[in-house]
């Protein structure tokens, strides 16, 4: 391995061979890995429609992706998601070049090629760069940051205030990375004195006023106008996210100031573990020879992984259920620089304290790539990952012409916002965003571009905002599964919709469901992918729930539910239903088998429950439901002649709901002619429960008029 040292001057060296063949490996992997069309990622389509439009995304607005992936949008290069899809991909592999350039001039080009192979590898960094989103190109800013650094000089401390600025307009957690760059700047900050501060001060805020692109952008009325913020006021809000309360996400709010903060640091822990494996042996090493021979570059490297990683985690608060995973992940790539940089010195270390072990430490550092590499392989292999506009293409083919079409959930909503902005699908269809629909700026810009359109406020919870806006917008009004309507919102199965006004009764077959849902792979890549098959299982689960309510299961409706099972495992209801359906033909044995798989799904997401550390009502209220499953499932039993397992089941059904009447019911009959005692209790428990519980009160009545 090379001694450690500068990799050159700028001038072409023998190391940078090793930038060419990281080239080499990671250009043409993640070009052929990239998804072909717009892929189901968080805010995925809300970024691609913004910038097609070159309009203001959600809070702090991002003003550098949406400029600069407009501008790269203009290269005729296949369809537009795969356009932005490629810009994403070319600022991971840039970043990892950069951070490749920063470790060779620290150590050796060789080391430096293990580490940022590592990084290439990162699922979490193949996974931002291949959406169109702002994350990569916010790694491409902090390596680039931390290389500029790195250098020494007056011009050194203005390019990196700059960046930092520039940065900052792509996204503001870059500001996690201040603490690493005043340590490595210390000494020609001291040199500059008082002036050299105020320069850079200035060079940062030149950089950072890209952020005026947003007033005077939306002062023009763009098509994506969030948050309106041509007003000062609201522009100030904008760019310091108020709305969000100086949170990473409102799901936060929920949770006491750093409940969440040892879960958080184990599942960063557990990403360390997947993406970088044995050569985390290395980072130690690598912290021991930076302690010995660099101690300020440690101490710099160290803030970064401390600010971005620990203290980050802390102040997040978030939940680790996998929605909330899936929003901390890409945070994650900026400790990870930290993490590559001490993997690379350990690398370099040993091999310079034991040069007969070269050979042994390089195969060592290449089995980590691989392993890490194979770790991230499925989830990273997007080529065939169509299911975001599946999706929203089937939600547009369900709503007949000129309807209004309601959703909620980010992926869902913002795949139609693509189809129609930027694909200019369904022109006549009035898409409405429920989270928005009460904003002020939401409600503007839908006045200026559907001037037909009357907006309620379908985030309220009452049904007359939805029963109004019906009425004041002809054509019959549809939402998607992930909306919360309402209970007495009259929902009808309508493919992937929900028909919600007028109410009517919904044609028969569904070919418009079916035709680009076979598309949909169940090998999900990641939590957003899985959350689409869910809205396809939601809508299977729903048309065979409506049919059990009107004309009874049939057969074809049996093959819904548990099509909803394989796309869902975590829908207790679909054998909820096929346990109905076997029950109502007297099969026992498979009705039996049914509830208990209702029962069993249940249990695990309570089990789940307290493992995301979900909220005390979502926990109650699966355990209410859990509670029907299992007096199902004891019915069954209970007719199979099993007695004893009957009356199990009905006594864990009141484990889970003590308020279930019905269970008590159960056990009362279950106990007749056995235990008079026991059926008169548990038909006054019945009665008490339930006053209205006509048998029971008969029951009683007739046991109470026996009594001497």
Not at 636 to 661: C, H, I, Q, T, V
Request: charged share 15%; glycine share 8%.
């Amino acid at each position: 391995m090379d001694e450690p040292g500068r990799a050159g001057d700028g001038k072409f060296s023998p190391g940078s061979v090793f930038a060419a063949l990281l080239a080499f490996i990671l250009a043409p992997l993640y070009i052929y890995c990239l998804p072909p069309v717009l892929p189901p990622y968080r805010d995925a389509g809300e970024m691609a429609s913004v910038a097609w439009t070159l309009g203001v995304a959600h809070q702090p607005g991002y003003p550098l992706y949406i400029i600069s992936a407009k501008l790269f949008s203009l290269l005729p290069l296949g369809n537009p998601a795969w356009r932005l899809n490629l810009y994403s991909a070319l600022a991971g592999i840039a970043g990892v070049l950069v951070f490749w350039r920063l470790a060779a001039s620290a150590f050796s080009p060789l080391a430096a090629f293990f580490a940022a192979l590592l990084l290439g590898f990162n699922f979490t960094l193949r996974t931002v760069s291949s959406v169109p989103e702002m994350y990569s190109l916010n790694f491409f800013f902090a390596a680039l940051l931390l290389f500029t650094a790195s250098r020494k000089g007056a011009r050194a401390v203005m390019l990196t205030a700059f960046l930092l600025g520039l940065g900052m307009a792509n996204r503001m957690d870059l500001l996690l990375s201040a603490p690493a760059l005043l340590v490595l700047l210390w000494p020609s900050l001291k040199e500059g004195g008082w002036t050299g501060l105020l320069k850079s001060a200035g060079f940062f805020f030149l950089g950072f006023s890209l952020y005026l692109y947003l007033p005077f952008r939306s002062s023009g009325w763009p098509h994506f106008d969030w948050s309106h913020p041509a007003d000062p006021g609201t522009f100030l809000a904008v760019i310091t996210r108020k709305s969000y309360g100086s949170t990473l996400d409102l799901i936060s709010l929920n949770y006491a100031p750093g409940e969440l903060f040892l879960p958080g640091l184990k599942y960063y822990a557990l990403h360390l573990r997947e993406n970088f494996g044995p050569a985390l042996a290395f980072a130690a090493a690598g912290l021991w020879a930076e302690w010995k021979a660099a101690p300020r570059r440690l101490l710099a490297l160290a803030a970064l992984f401390i600010f971005s990683g620990p203290v980050f985690i802390f102040l997040a608060n978030m939940p680790p259920n996998p929605h909330a995973l899936a929003i901390v992940e890409p945070y994650y790539l900026l400790p990870d620089l930290a993490a590559a940089f001490w993997a690379a010195a350990g690398l370099c270390h040993l091999a310079g304290r034991f040069p007969r072990a070269l050979p042994g430490l390089a195969l060592s550092a290449a089995a980590a790539c691989a392993l890490v590499f194979f770790n991230g392989a499925h989830g990273s292999y997007r080529r065939w990952l169509f299911a975001a506009e599946d999706f929203a293409s089937d939600a547009m083919r369900a709503a007949p012409p000129g309807s209004s079409l309601v959703a909620k959930k980010d992926v869902q909503l913002f795949s139609l916002w693509y189809l129609q902005a930027v694909r200019g699908l369904r022109p006549d269809l009035r898409l409405v965003a429920q989270g928005l629909s009460a904003s002020p700026w939401y409600r503007a810009t839908k006045a200026r571009y559907s001037p037909g359109l009357s907006l309620f406020n379908l985030h309220s919870g009452e049904e007359a905002e939805w029963r109004n806006f019906a009425a004041a917008n002809p054509g019959g009004l549809y939402s998607t599964m992930d909306a919360e309507l309402p209970r007495t919102v009259p929902a009808l199965p309508h493919g992937t919709l929900n028909l919600l006004y007028p109410p009517a009764r919904a044609p028969e077959g569904r070919p418009w469901l079916l035709y680009s849902f076979p598309r949909l792979d169940r090998d999900y890549r990641d939590f957003f992918d899985k959350d689409i098959g869910t809205s396809y299982a939601q809508a299977f689960l729903a048309g065979a729930a409506r049919r059990s309510a009107g004309p009874g299961l049939d057969a074809e409706a049996v093959r819904d539910l548990r099509l909803a099972s394989l796309l869902d495992a975590n829908l207790p209801d679909a054998p909820l239903y096929e346990g109905f359906y076997h029950s109502s033909r007297g099969d026992w044995a498979a009705a039996r088998d049914s509830f208990r798989a209702s029962a069993d799904t249940y249990e695990r997401l309570l089990r789940l429950s307290v493992e995301y550390y979900s909220l005390a009502s979502l926990r109650d209220g699966l355990s209410s439901s859990s509670a029907y499953a299992w007096l199902n499932y004891g019915v069954a039993l209970e007719k199979l002649g099993n007695r004893d397992g009957a009356a199990d089941a009905y006594d864990f059904s009141l484990k889970r709901n003590p308020g279930l009447a019905d269970a008590h019911y159960n056990l009362a009959i279950l106990h007749w002619n056995r235990d008079w005692n026991k059926v008169r209790a548990e038909l006054a428990e019945t009665v008490r429960l339930n006053p209205g519980h006509v048998q029971a009160a008969k029951y009683l009545a007739q046991l109470e008029s026996r009594k001497p």
